[in-house]
Structures are given as structure tokens and as C-alpha cells.
């Protein structure tokens, strides 16, 4: 898998905007960008994925840079409930291929 | 329909002892994977099953972690001799195929501790 670099931990106050940035500057043209977030004690959770175009889904919009070496994942009200690590990965399109994980962003919402 | 499940949910045991964790995927998912997670630790990767495919085993720390999948299906990670360092949760993931667009689905995993 292609690197990516994420800050070790981010704020929010609770029901605004959180604003999660991942860097992949080596990304090639067929890898996609997948983020997945993990709650404290339970195993990670699927958000969202992308290759080229911006996405949304009932949990958070990914928008990727037109160069792709960069995203951020959006949370457009945090909740309490947010307060988990989040984790952004890359990988390719096709063939037999592990899947690692960094050591993502500890995202805290505040009350 | 069941998610990944994942047996014991807890599991202690005693430094040299051997342990057996169990993992059921989702049906018809073709990948498996296995990760451990030591406390306020990222996830590590240990090994990777996808369908009749030779397992890429490059994340298995020493030889006394092994892991099979029988049938394609249900996947038995064993550690022999366990050691306290090997204490951690232990975290199983299937995904329908391989490819761009597939999810990764993990179970609530194996917490292991080694006295």
C-alpha cells in the first residue's frame, strides 16, 4: 500500500464541521482512498471511498485533491459519538493485496 | 445477516501455553484478514487469506504464529508458546472479493492475555 500521513490527534467541538486530512503523495492513477474510523473496544468500521471524485454517504463526504495526493474526510455535525481514531489507506483497484493501516488521527469532539 | 465473527471474545492464558482464535467471515467473502492491536497501538498486520491463493503470511512476527483457513471459509489463528508481549486484541477482517470498491468488515475481536 502507498503511505499515508495523518496529524496524530485533531479537536472538534461538538456539532461542527470536522475536517480530517490525509496525505498520499505517492498515490498511483488506480489506487482508491478508503478511510475507516475505530470507536474505542470495538474493531474498525468502514466510512467511505474514493478514487477520483468527491463522494458522500449518509456517514461523511471524502474530497480528494485534483492532483489526488491529499483528502479530507469530513464529519459535517460532529457528535459525541465521533470520538474515535480514524484511519486512511490506500490501495490498488485489483490483483492480491494485504491491507495496512497506519496509525491514524485520534479525533476528540468536545462537548 | 451475521458480520464477522470472532471466538473467544476473551481469552486468558498462561505465558508458554498455546492458544487457538477462531474467525468466521461473512459468508461468501473470498479475503480474510488478521490483525493485532496492542493497547493504544495501531493495527499490525499479520496475514492475508484470499480465496485458493497462497496466504501472504509477511506479517506474522516469529514462527510460532500460524494461521489456516479451511474450506475457504473459517480461519484459526494459533500461537504456540505464548509470551506476555503477545497480549493484545486480536482482530479479524473479511471482504467480498479482491479489487478496487470492496470494504473491509472486521469483527469485535480476541482479547488475549498472557500471565
Known amino acids: 500500500d502507498a503511505k499515508t500521513t495523518q496529524p496524530t490527534s485533531m479537536d472538534c467541538a461538538e456539532g461542527r464541521a470536522a475536517n480530517l486530512p490525509c496525505n498520499h503523495s505517492t498515490i498511483s492513477g488506480n489506487e482508491y482512498v478508503y478511510w475507516y474510523r475505530q470507536i474505542h473496544s470495538q474493531g474498525p468500521q468502514y466510512i467511505i471511498h474514493?478514487?477520483?471524485n468527491n463522494e458522500t454517504n449518509e456517514m461523511a463526504s471524502l474530497i480528494i485533491t485534483e492532483d489526488r495526493k491529499s483528502s479530507t474526510l469530513i464529519l459535517p455535525h460532529a457528535t459525541l459519538r465521533d470520538t474515535a481514531v480514524y484511519y486512511c489507506?490506500?490501495?490498488?483497484?485489483?490483483?492480491?493485496?494485504?491491507?495496512?493501516f497506519g496509525t491514524g488521527t485520534k479525533l476528540q469532539v468536545i462537548p | 445477516g451475521a458480520g464477522v465473527s470472532q471466538s473467544p471474545s476473551n481469552k486468558v492464558t498462561e505465558k508458554g501455553k498455546d492458544v487457538e482464535l477462531r474467525c468466521d467471515p461473512i459468508?461468501?467473502?473470498?479475503?480474510l484478514y488478521w490483525y493485532r492491536q496492542s493497547l493504544g497501538q495501531g493495527l499490525e498486520f499479520l496475514i492475508y487469506f484470499q480465496g485458493n491463493s497462497a496466504p501472504d503470511k509477511s506479517g506474522l512476527p516469529s514462527d510460532r504464529f500460524s494461521a489456516e483457513r479451511t474450506g475457504g471459509s473459517v480461519s484459526t489463528l494459533t500461537i504456540q508458546r505464548t509470551q506476555q508481549e503477545d497480549s493484545a486484541v486480536y482482530l479479524c477482517?473479511?471482504?467480498?472479493?479482491?479489487?478496487?470498491?470492496?470494504?473491509?468488515?472486521f469483527g469485535s475481536g480476541t482479547q488475549l492475555s498472557v500471565l
Open positions: 489507506i490506500v490501495r490498488y483497484s485489483g490483483g492480491y493485496q494485504k491491507v495496512t
Open positions: 459468508s461468501g467473502h473470498t479475503a
Open positions: 477482517a473479511s471482504s467480498p472479493r479482491t479489487g478496487g470498491g470492496e470494504k473491509l468488515f
Open positions: 474514493g478514487l477520483k
